[in-house]
Nanobody, 118 residues
Framework: QVQLVESGGGLVQPGGSLRLSCAASGSAYSLYTMGWYRQPPGKQRELVAD?????STNYADSVKGRFTISRDKNSVYLQMESLNTEDTAVYYC??????????????WGQGTQVTVSS
């Protein structure tokens, strides 16, 4: 069982920045693909970005050039720049335990609210 603790959400004005952090428990972090999803009001949850244990990254088109995902062992970060109102959502940390390209298990954080508003 992997537990995830998120922090860093809040209220920010359009054009502003925020940094989300997520710390994962467990020692098998070399097998973790870590990422961030978000769920805007009234919409489905969607992938924002993820990063493999080898450092390969993947971004949603809507955040490319504005958001940067990074990790340090069992922690993952999302630096968000040039935020706009469409980025308003609950952001969830996600960890997948991946072995031989198979997802063995998946875990979610409790979610942190990001609100972009003037």
């Amino acid at each position: 069982q992997v537990q995830l603790v998120e922090s860093g959400g809040g209220l920010v004005q359009p054009g502003g920045s925020l940094r989300l952090s997520c710390a994962a428990s467990g020692s098998a972090y070399s097998l973790y693909t870590m990422g961030w999803y978000r769920q805007p009001p009234g919409k489905q949850r969607e992938l924002v970005a993820d990063i493999t244990s080898g450092g390969s990254t993947n971004y949603a088109d809507s955040v490319k050039g504005r958001f940067t995902i990074s990790r340090d062992k069992n922690s993952v970060y999302l630096q968000m720049e040039s935020l706009n109102t469409e980025d308003t959502a609950v952001y969830y940390c996600n960890v997948k335990i991946v072995l031989n390209n198979r997802i063995l298990s998946e875990y979610w954080g409790q979610g942190t609210q990001v609100t972009v508003s003037s």
